[in-house]
């Protein structure tokens, strides 16, 4: 298993629109957050479907993510923030368009839902820190790590052996049976990125 790798969030090649520098807090921690990156969708490699952000489904399922859809709509558009943590700069956090929350793996749950990743958290904390892992070898794809406490540095990886309404549900969890890291492909401007968002 990888461990977190910290590395500067890299430029893309079209402008985007930039927010301000944040700052939030939780207990002793400082959480800096921006520069900021607007409408941005994922893309699976394995199955080619974008992220989306179940915001139809109730209780703890609210705001699943899914590798699902064939198309980008409301629902598969993400802003990407570089999130410095203390000293230590290189974190990426995910807001979903689609209800303004944060991204967060659900370390708490059990079983099959284990990690599952949902946009919920309304401010930026531990729970929201991933680092972007660029594959050397195919500049337009990445691997995310989870660095949520309890997450282990665990893969962002959608579960394509589930069925029905969990079909393509992303977990932090280690790649199935030890096989390759999941990855992914950003957007912005229906134009793929170079390596990480």
Avoid at 48 to 56: A, D, H, L, P, R
Avoid at 144 to 157: C, E, Q, W, Y
Wanted: net charge positive; charged share 15%; glycine share 10%.
């Amino acid at each position: 298993m990888l461990g977190r790798v910290v590395r500067p969030l890299m430029l893309l090649t079209v402008m985007l629109s930039m927010v301000a520098l944040t700052t939030g807090t939780a207990g002793a921690d400082t959480f800096v957050v921006g520069p900021c990156e607007h409408h941005i969708h994922f893309k699976s490699a394995s199955n080619g479907k974008f992220v989306s952000t179940e915001i139809k489904y109730t209780g703890g399922n609210y705001a699943m993510l899914r590798a699902r859809s064939a198309t980008v709509g409301a629902w598969e558009k993400f802003t990407v923030c570089e999130v410095t943590w203390g000293p230590v700069g290189g974190y990426l956090s995910l807001e979903s368009e689609a209800n303004k929350k944060w991204v967060v793996p659900e370390v708490g749950y059990k079983g099959a839902n284990w990690a599952m990743m949902r946009a919920r958290a309304t401010a930026v904390g531990h729970a929201t820190l991933f680092t972007c892992i660029a594959d050397p070898t195919r500049p337009s794809r990445f691997i995310l790590s989870a660095d949520a406490s309890g997450a282990n540095a665990d893969f962002a990886t959608p579960e394509f052996r589930y069925h029905g309404a969990s079909y393509g549900m992303l977990r932090a969890r280690s790649p199935y049976r030890g096989g390759p890291a999941p990855q992914w492909t950003f957007f912005t401007a229906n134009a793929p990125g170079n390596s990480c968002p």
